[in-house]
T-cell receptor, first 115, second 117 residues
Framework: SQTIHQWPATLVQPVGSPLSLECTVE??????LYWYRQAAGRGLQLLFY??????ISSEVPQNLSASRPQDRQFILSSKKLLLSDSGFYLC??????????????FGPGTRLTVL | AQTVTQSQPEMSVQEAETVTLSCTYD???????LFWYKQPPSRQMILVIR??????QNATENRFSVNFQKAAKSFSLKISDSQLGDAAMYFC??????????????FGKGTRLSVIA
């Protein structure tokens, strides 16, 4: 069965510090990978998605960047955090193939607080 | 661009009663997929139910069912015999298929459901 991991689970960082959040998927290969941010009491905002190694699509101009160095690894980074980067970050994966649901499966999330 | 609208920011239901959460979407596609996700206080996103647009029959999963009205672009979620564990944020989501399946989900803003004992 497939599992998705995120770490860290919780992070408190000062403004201006760098960020690295990691997401890994087990039990599948060549997945689509996604990063979402959820501000307090708000919906999900798609930040990045990737269809393969080194292939990243950015949905919203951000102080953030994403990388996919390995097939099942997706990293969210920032060089200098802003207060507005605080939120709950969710990683998700889905299978490829347009003829099926390709629903997304989510990781447990990372709660980021920027002070 | 596709959009998903959940017009009820908050809903409440008595335990054992039935509640319906609304979702409408805007698309020019004829073939697509719709989903309901649940996010409990743990914040883990859980898939509740899914529907293919070209299937006439409404999807059901135990106490959860949908009312899919393609012409009206409506996809409501009905929860029967509500339980305390159903209390959560519920998100409606849409996906248009492409050959490779590489289209992200479009989410609504969510409906917070409270269950009253």
């Amino acid at each position: 069965s497939q599992t998705i991991h995120q770490w860290p689970a919780t992070l408190v960082q000062p403004v201006g510090s760098p960020l690295s959040l990691e997401c890994t998927v087990e039990g599948t290969s060549n997945p689509n990978l996604y990063w979402y941010r959820q501000a307090a009491g708000r919906g999900l905002q798609l930040l990045f998605y990737s269809v393969g190694i080194g292939q990243i699509s950015s949905e919203v101009p951000q102080n953030l960047s994403a990388s996919r160095p390995q097939d099942r690894q997706f990293i969210l980074s920032s060089k200098k955090l802003l207060l507005s980067d605080s939120g709950f970050y969710l990683c998700a994966w889905s299978k490829k193939g347009g003829s099926s649901y390709n629903e997304q499966f989510f990781g447990p999330g990372t709660r980021l607080t920027v002070l | 661009a596709q959009t998903v609208t959940q017009s009820q920011p908050e809903m409440s239901v008595q335990e054992a009663e039935t509640v319906t959460l609304s979702c409408t979407y805007d698309t020019s596609e004829s073939d697509y997929y719709l989903f309901w996700y649940k996010q409990p206080p743990s914040r883990q996103m859980i898939l509740v139910i899914r529907q293919e647009a070209y299937k006439q029959q409404n999807a059901t999963e135990n106490r959860f069912s949908v009312n899919f009205q393609k012409a009206a672009k409506s996809f409501s979620l009905k929860i029967s015999d509500s339980q305390l564990g159903d209390a959560a944020m519920y998100f409606c989501a849409y996906r248009a298929p492409k050959e490779s399946g590489n289209t992200p989900l479009v989410f609504g803003k969510g409906t917070r459901l409270s269950v009253i004992a």
